[in-house]
């Protein structure tokens, strides 16, 4: 009925206004005024109804259906019935206000998580520099970070693997300190021999140039003694028209020159090989103590040498530790990541249960111990 009727005004509406009225108005606002005019109509028409529709709308009342009756019993259901809302409103109201706290703490919550996070990119670029510093590393150091980056699948495995970073970097820098100290001491060792190789070689030159000096000297001495005696063959052959005596005279002292020059001779002999000697043994001596420095600077710079190779080793594995440690940081990042998106995931999960009035969850264990050992690190 009701729509019957409201299709005949709009009908007479849309066809009795003519298209005059369309010009001057928009057909929305035409609309309008037909819907209002409508429900106006209808409105009317059903007050004198409403009584009767009270009469005969049911309820479900301690499950038996009744009608609404204007008595102390449908009173006092519908008291208890606003009681019991007022009591679930309050309630909710309860359960809105410690939704709120728990959105706080879940704050202050991700709020410590990210100050912790940024204390431990701190940390970790001061590891990096100290990283930057080292030049050694053993195979079973290699070989245990190989392992601890292959099992690293949680955050406390990582700080772990920080910790024992920290250690090594101790005990690397401890290393360093004493190989540079026994490069000292090397060098040190390698000066000293070569001071004393030097002096070596000052008193082999200076006992050369003794011998040669004596040498020098004995073989102006043996001139000396030629050319007297051939002064004295040029003396006796020039004065062979002298008297007998004379002759005997000279005769004698030429045998006596030459028994002096034989002498001397013998001397000078003696003399030769006694410095021969002295001079081989002082030179077999200085052999044997050159031959015995070059060995020990030949095992020194061997030494040198072996140690360049170590250094260039434990170069290399320095950078193999860096290389590892770039692993590492980037893996640290994306457990950050996940972190911080489970923590998120879990506050947009918390707020929607305790909006369905459920019980929260709560953190699982691997959280509590990545939350534990960040404090660890951070102290």
């Known amino acids: 009925m009701i729509n019957v009727i409201i299709l005949s005004i709009l009908n007479g509406l849309l066809y009795g206004v003519g298209p005059s009225v369309l010009q001057v108005f928009p057909l929305a606002v035409v609309m309008y005024i037909i819907v209002f005019i409508s429900a106006c109509h209808i409105t009317l028409h059903l007050i004198p109804r409403v009584p009767r529709l009270l009469k005969l709308l049911p309820t479900h009342i301690s499950g038996a259906p009744r009608t609404l009756q204007p008595n102390a019993d449908a009173t006092a259901d519908l008291r208890r019935a606003l009681a019991k809302l007022e009591v679930e409103l309050k309630e909710e109201r309860r359960a809105h206000s410690k939704t709120k706290e728990f959105q706080a703490a879940s704050q202050e919550q991700l709020r410590r ?4 996070i940024e204390e431990l990119k701190a940390e970790n670029q001061e590891l990096q520099t100290k990283i930057q510093n080292l030049e050694t590393k053993t195979q079973e150091q290699e070989a245990e970070l190989v392992d601890a980056r292959d099992t690293v699948t949680d955050y406390p495995l990582l700080a772990f693997a920080a910790r024992f970073l920290q250690s090594d970097v101790r005990l690397l820098k401890h290393e360093n300190k004493q190989l540079k100290s026994q490069n000292k001491t090397l060098d040190t060792k390698t000066k000293d021999l070569r001071d004393e190789l030097l002096v ?14 004596r040498i020098r000297t004995l073989e102006n001495d043996n001139r000396a003694l030629q050319r007297g005696l051939d002064s004295a063959n040029h003396y006796i052959a020039t004065n062979r028209e002298v008297d007998i005596v004379e002759r005997a005279k000279l005769r004698m002292q030429a045998e006596e020159a030459l028994m002096q020059i034989k002498a001397n001779e013998r001397q000078m002999a003696k003399r030769e090989d006694g410095l021969d000697a002295v ?19 030949s095992n020194l710079e061997l030494a040198v040498s072996n140690h360049r190779g170590y250094e260039e080793s434990l170069r290399q594995r320095n950078d193999d530790l860096r290389q590892r440690n770039r692993d590492l940081r980037l893996r640290h990042n994306v457990l950050l990541r996940k972190l911080a998106i489970d923590a998120v995931t879990l506050s947009r999960l918390t707020m929607a249960l305790k909006e369905r009035h459920e019980p929260a969850l709560s953190f699982p264990s691997s959280s509590n111990n990545t939350v534990a050992a960040q404090a660890g690190v951070t102290s």
């Open 113 to 116: 998580a990210s100050v912790t």
């Open 200 to 213: 070596v070689k000052r008193e082999k030159r200076k006992a050369e140039h003794q011998l040669h000096t």
């Open 279 to 297: 001079v081989t043994a002082a030179r077999s001596s200085l052999e044997r103590e050159l031959a015995k420095r070059t060995h020990i600077i």
